[in-house]
Nanobody, 111 residues
């Protein structure tokens, strides 16, 4: 059973930054693409950013230029650096690896 554990969420003012982490309990971490999604109440999960096994990246238009996804295969960890945060970024952020999902970490952007 693969476990994904997100951390790093919290309350931040508009314009602030957060760095999310997703630790995976799997030794073959490097063999799959990984992604961050976000979800708000009553809405489906939306893809925020994705990184391939070759470190190619994709970003949703709403976060381009503000968020950076990266992975450290030696640490089996995925990251999301979030800068210039906006109130509309408020959501639960979840990471995914293969068919597995983490429980999510809450990000709230508010003054």
């Amino acid at each position: 059973q693969v476990q994904l554990v997100e951390s790093g969420g919290g309350l931040v003012q508009p314009g602030g930054s957060l760095r999310l982490s997703c630790a995976a309990s799997v030794s073959i971490f490097s063999l799959n693409a990984m992604a961050w999604y976000h979800q708000t109440p009553g809405k489906p999960r939306e893809l925020v950013a994705q990184i391939s096994t070759g470190d190619s990246t994709y970003y949703a238009d709403s976060v381009k230029g503000r968020f950076t996804i990266s992975r450290d295969n030696a640490k089996n960890t995925l990251y999301l650096q979030m800068n210039s945060l906006k109130p509309e970024d408020t959501a639960v952020y979840l990471c995914t690896w293969a068919i597995y999902w983490g429980q999510g970490t809450q990000v709230t952007v508010s003054s």
